[in-house]
């Protein structure tokens, strides 16, 4: 059985990891076009690297919970693909052992003049020099709005070969991430949805597994 599993920040929430929309989401202090798109790069690269300092210092200090490690067990007994929307490790520290992070990820760094990328020190800011180059233009390896996602061609070879797609803790509100289940239907996929509540795309799905990720991810894989 071939699965695709989409994962978003509910399957952290219980790792102490805020996600975006809830009411003590990440975009209530910080205006989403003001720390995560090229321009606000741009325009105050000091703000986005505290934004992006603080959610590493957060993600380095919370612990992969059972959902992550769950499927790190489904993915040794069964041909899986793991997509993230999560720019942490803790599917990596979970155990899993390989993981698509469409969205980046905190812990590497992009020099935005050159595109090397190096293991990102804890702390970055406007000084911090690209070990290649020397220019001081390194950002966060993370995809923001109105830039492509990465892997965007494995995923979709998967999403057309899958007999089984699963989405974990994401609101479907942030394309094309959330355009996923469509692509698995139209492929004949048996699509099921792991959520605290129901998200923007859930009448894509053919089945709702409703409630914490701890306790219905282990359930499912189980
Ligand atoms: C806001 C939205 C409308 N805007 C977009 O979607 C935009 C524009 C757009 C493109 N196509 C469209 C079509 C229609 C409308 C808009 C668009 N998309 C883009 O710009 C993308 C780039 C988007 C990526 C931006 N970067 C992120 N992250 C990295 C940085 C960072 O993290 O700072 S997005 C970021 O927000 C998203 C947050 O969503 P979720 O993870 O779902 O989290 P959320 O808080 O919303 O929901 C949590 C869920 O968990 C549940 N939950 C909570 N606790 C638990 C719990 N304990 N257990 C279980 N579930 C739980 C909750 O109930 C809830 O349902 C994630 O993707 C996350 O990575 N790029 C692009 O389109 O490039 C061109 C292109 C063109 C053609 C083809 C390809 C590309």
Redesign the pocket.
Known sequence: MRITVL?????S??SGLR????ED???EEHR?ED??TPEAYARDPALVHR??NA?RAAAAAAQPNA?HRALADLARKHDVTLVT???DDLHERGGAPYVIH???R?NRALCAACGHRWPSPAVMDVTTACPDCGSRSAR?D????????YD?DDITEELERADLFAA????????????FVRMARQFRAHCVE??????AVSSDFQEHLT????E?VPGWVA
């Open positions: 994962t978003g920040a509910g399957i929430a219980e996600t975006f929309r809830a989401g990440l975009w989403l720390v995560a934004f992006y959610r959902a929307q999560n720019v469409m969205h980046g905190l966060p993370v995809v923001w709005f109105g830039e492509m996602p965007l974990i803790g994401t609101s479907g509100n942030v394309y094309p991430a959330a355009g792991l959520n605290l509540d129901r998200s409630g914490p990720a701890t219905i």
